[in-house]
């Protein structure tokens, strides 16, 4: 098992922008909003702490049963993962709720979505690197559905890096559980 702590993520405003947009439902934002994400991811950059934890197991590993359906079709392993950028980022959040005008939250959590997102990526990378030593490939990180996060938070002694499971819902909120797939690469000829 593979314990990252605090590696770097660098907030991107356009990507940030797109989801307000998403979340507010309109199609431009104002000049001022955007130099607010700009403002906020500066501030807010500095109290996101990611942190994962996984571990690759063979196809006949039973740790944990789940619908397979959307696994590819000749995945030979598969990689667990649990990610979150920790809990800073909220409570910064909320010693000023208005810091950057009445689209704060949405603000927010665009930035904690995208960083979330990084987070995955990072992971996909080194497991990318790790597959290629196999002569494989890695797919989409895949969810869990939330009846398999107990299970898989107890797997991966995700309390390592302060997740928890309480009622199938993962703690903190910005916090993902799921699955990358090892599949082979194709022979050249």
């Known amino acids: 098992m593979y314990k990252i702590k605090n590696?770097?993520?660098?907030?991107?405003?356009?990507?940030?922008l797109r989801?307000?947009?998403?979340l507010s439902g309109?199609?431009?934002m104002p000049a001022e909003v955007e130099e607010n994400v700009q403002r906020a991811c500066f501030r807010y950059g500095k109290f996101i702490t990611p942190a994962t934890l996984y571990q690759t197991f063979t196809r006949d590993f039973s740790g944990l049963d789940f619908d397979l359906s959307a696994a590819p079709a000749k995945w030979v392993a598969q990689s667990y993962y649990i990610v979150t950028i920790g809990t800073a980022l909220d409570s910064e959040f909320k010693k000023n709720e208005t810091a950057f005008g009445a689209q704060t939250a949405q603000i927010v959590s665009a930035i904690a979505v995208d960083a979330l997102e990084q987070s995955k990526n990072f992971v996909g990378r080194l497991l990318t690197k790790e597959a290629a030593n196999e002569k494989c490939e890695v797919s989409r990180p895949q969810e869990f559905?939330?009846?398999?996060?107990?299970?898989a938070a107890t797997l991966l002694?995700?309390?390592?890096?302060?997740?928890?499971?309480?009622?199938?819902?993962?703690?903190?909120?910005?916090?993902?559980?799921?699955?990358?797939?090892?599949v082979p690469l194709k022979k050249r000829r």
């Open 7 to 16: 590696f770097k993520i660098n907030l991107r405003n356009r990507d940030i």
């Open 19 to 22: 989801v307000l947009k998403r």
């Open 26 to 28: 309109v199609s431009e």
């Open 145 to 151: 559905p939330p009846e398999v996060f107990v299970k």
């Open 157 to 182: 002694e995700s309390t390592k890096i302060g997740v928890e499971i309480s009622e199938n819902i993962i703690k903190p909120q910005y916090s993902s559980c799921g699955v990358f797939y090892w």
